[in-house]
């Protein structure tokens, strides 16, 4: 089993930023990789970004330009860095580990972008 517990959300200013955390415990060692995804109301969950277990790291077209993802294996955590926030960027961002043949969420953390 992997745990994962996600940290870092709130309200933001549009035009602001905010570093989400993803500190994963448990069965980590065969992780192959971890990925931020967000689910708005109505919306179907999507995609923001994901970093493999070799660096490799995708985005978003949404997102691109504005997020970062990154991680710190000594600490078994991702971060995922959103600068120039927009409204639309409004969601539950959910924190996913993935194994062979096994997903794994966090609880999500609200990010709210509003003035």
């Known amino acids: 089993q992997v745990q994962l517990v996600e940290s870092g959300g709130g309200l933001v200013q549009p035009g602001g930023s905010l570093r989400l955390s993803c500190a994963a415990s448990g069965s980590i060692f065969s992780i192959n990789a971890m990925g931020w995804y967000r689910q708005a109301p109505g919306n179907q969950r999507e995609l923001v970004a994901i970093?493999?277990?070799?660096?490799?790291?995708n985005y978003a077209d949404s997102v691109k330009g504005r997020c970062t993802i990154s991680r710190d294996n000594a600490k078994n955590t991702v971060y995922l860095q959103m600068n120039s926030l927009k409204p639309e960027d409004t969601a539950v961002y959910y924190c996913?580990?993935?194994?062979?043949?096994?997903?794994?969420w966090g609880q999500g953390t609200q990010v709210t972008v509003s003035s």
């Open positions: 970093i493999t277990s070799g660096g490799t790291t």
């Open positions: 996913q580990a993935r194994r062979p043949n096994v997903i794994y």
